[in-house]
């Protein structure tokens, strides 16, 4: 049998009064049955008035059972002679060992230690408590800034967690240098806690019940967090704006990364993916001794094109990005069904066959109608029709979530790549190259990637060999973090371009590089699907852009810096991806 031991002083009780939630959790743990009968017993261990003499003991128990009744849980601990244990009686206040002992043998004669689950407000009397082997929980009381748990509601899964033959997970979420993780990676391995990294930021669980598994413990900063999370709960979101939390704003996020989040649900009730928005976000199991996104420090700062490290000098003008992004973005939408998306495609395309592009239009089903991609080529110097090409890309259409009629501005999503792939066709053209460049404007992106996927279907074997790389670029011109950084990512096939971009932007520009290997909901996904090397290239998550897909997504809010930053590298990747002997893409098989 289990026994579930609750405080009663601030942590069921505050001044004479039930602290919120106390009774509904009280009544759910009652309610716990295995096999008809209940799974665990419930019981008190408080501190209370201690005796002058003996003869007072009994006194004092039954004060400590009226306020029970006051309180209306008396009936949650009956019979309280065999449920309820004080300091009063066994001589000695909380933690001592002598407490717990006699609140266990109370419960029955084969209850141990192991069978014993502790619910406190008072954090040492819980890390107390473990020591003795006692699973524990930290319960946030008034007036506290942080627990383990914020509310009693949040203590009744880890219960069902502990009647079930689980422990209760201490999950330990700190920050950790981007450079040097290595040394508590490697502590954390010589235990069996899990960790997942985003970035800076480390999410370790461990066992609460056994002390000192925690790689840790004892030694972490102030500012590391530590809560009970049962592991089945901590699921990754990855997402597109704040879409997520707008459809699911009373799920619990335990790390919030912009595009990345760590949430707290039940997957055993529902899996939030029903939302209205619910294409524009993914959720997962949150992986065990894996990174969700990786981060590296920012470079030495921009060098001049003489200066350039380990590719050609490019430059991409400033003035052309402005005029280029300005053209798009005062367009009152660019949905891919408007006339005013048509209008900006033929404009792109005027614009690159001025440049010597050889362009063509391809309609795109999209639903409700159609859309379209331009496509923009320009040969390389190669031998044979089996030459090969880099593609640069972009989604041309923007969207609101109020609908196809609402405005659209789209300046960062994604005006900001649409001219970016502007801005490489105008710095490359005219060069001659090894393997030719294809530069690609696709439609449909914001209602399910419509554009991409149809240009790949489109592609036979052989084509698809031909495309040593894919940058794609959505979302380049909006500050996120604290220093200016791009997000890189792709998947294994894009590795040798992640390493490659990473390098030219710490050797070449002064952003800071996050690099992700799980691609979604951008046009780099339909070609990863074909294991062609694609990489979207987005600016940097920490917080997100909540403007986007929206009427503020307008150009008063975008970072030219930060976007001129990200085409430095980039342009440079494509410079040298165009040029280079042997694909750099591919990994080696």
């Known amino acids: 049998m289990k026994l579930v031991l609750f405080d009663l002083g601030d942590t069921l009780e505050s001044d004479g009064v039930l602290v919120p939630g106390a009774l509904e959790t009280l009544e759910m743990i009652a309610a716990f049955r295995t096999n008809g009968d209940p799974s665990a017993f419930l019981g008190l261990v408080s501190d209370f008035d201690m005796p ?10 039954q004060r400590y059972y009226s306020l029970l009744d006051d309180l209306g849980i008396r009936p949650f601990f009956e019979p309280v002679a065999e449920r309820v244990t004080l300091s009063t009686e066994v001589g000695v206040f909380k933690p001592d060992e002598a407490v717990f002992r006699a609140a266990a ?9 192991g069978d014993v689950l502790f619910v406190t407000e008072n954090r040492s009397h819980v890390l107390a408590a473990r020591r003795l082997g006692l699973a524990a929980v930290h319960v946030r009381g008034p007036g506290q800034a942080h627990g383990e748990v914020n509310t009693l509601a949040e203590v009744v899964p880890l219960v069902q967690s502990f009647l079930n033959g689980g422990e209760p997970v201490e999950t330990v979420v700190l920050d950790v240098s981007s450079e040097a993780p290595d040394a508590l990676l490697t502590r954390i391995g010589a235990t069996d806690a899990t960790w997942t990294r985003l970035g800076d930021v480390l999410v370790v669980r461990s066992p609460a019940a056994r002390p000192g598994q925690s790689p840790a ?5 102030d500012s590391a967090r530590r809560l009970f999370v049962p592991e089945q709960h901590l699921h990754v979101v990855t997402q597109t704006a704040r879409l997520f939390q707008e459809d699911h704003p009373d799920i619990r996020v335990v790390v919030d990364k912009g595009r990345y989040l760590v949430v707290d649900f039940d997957a055993g009730a529902s899996l939030p993916a029903d939302g209205p928005h619910a294409s524009c976000y993914r959720v997962s199991p949150l992986p065990a001794d894996g990174v969700v996104f990786d981060q590296r420090a920012a470079g030495p700062g921009p060098a001049s094109p003489a200066e350039a490290v380990g590719v050609a000098a490019v430059e991409v003008s400033r ?10 973005a005062r367009l009152r939408t660019r949905h891919s069904r408007s006339a005013e998306f048509r209008g900006a495609l033929a404009w792109a395309e005027s614009l690159l066959a001025d440049l010597g592009y050889a362009t063509q239009i391809q309609t795109v089903a999209v639903p409700g109608g159609t859309s379209r991609n331009l496509v923009a080529d320009r040969p390389g110097d190669g031998d044979g029709d089996g030459r090969e090409v880099v593609l640069v890309t972009a989604h041309l259409d923007s969207v609101n979530i109020q609908g196809a009629s609402a405005a659209a501005p789209g300046a960062d999503d994604n005006a900001s790549g649409s001219a970016g792939v502007l801005a490489i066709g105008r710095a490359l053209a005219g060069r001659s190259t090894r393997r030719g460049l294809r530069l690609i404007l696709f439609g449909g992106e914001e209602q399910g990637l419509f554009g991409s996927r149809h240009y790949v279907s489109g592609l036979d074997t052989d084509e698809r060999a031909r495309i040593s790389a894919v940058i794609n670029m959505d979302m380049i011109a909006c500050t996120n973090t604290a220093t200016a950084t791009v997000l890189l990512e792709g998947a294994p096939v894009s590795q040798g371009m992640i390493d490659s971009l990473a ?11 996050q690099t992700s290997l799980a691609p979604f909901n951008s046009d780099h996904v339909p070609f990863i699907e074909m294991g062609i090397p694609a990489v979207l290239t987005i600016e940097g998550t920490d917080s997100a852009n909540d403007r986007v897909h929206t009427d503020r997504d307008t150009l008063e809010t975008l970072d030219v810096g930060l976007a001129l930053e990200i085409l430095r590298m980039n342009t440079m990747f494509v410079a040298q991806a165009l040029d280079s002997d042997t694909s750099i893409a591919r990994p080696i098989r």
């Not at 002058?52 to 128990?61: D, F, G, K, L, R």
């Not at 003035?319 to 798009?328: E, H, I, K, N, R």
């Not at 390098?503 to 590089?513: E, H, K, M, P, R």
């Open 503 to 513: 390098d030219i932007a710490q050797a070449n520009t002064s952003l800071a590089v």
């Open 319 to 328: 003035a052309a990005f402005d005029d280029d992004v300005g053209t798009l």
């Open 105 to 113: 043998s109370k419960a029955g004669p084969d209850v141990g230690f």
């Open 217 to 221: 413990r004892g030694e972490l900063p």
């Open 52 to 61: 002058a003499e003996p003869s007072e003991v009994a006194i004092i128990q």
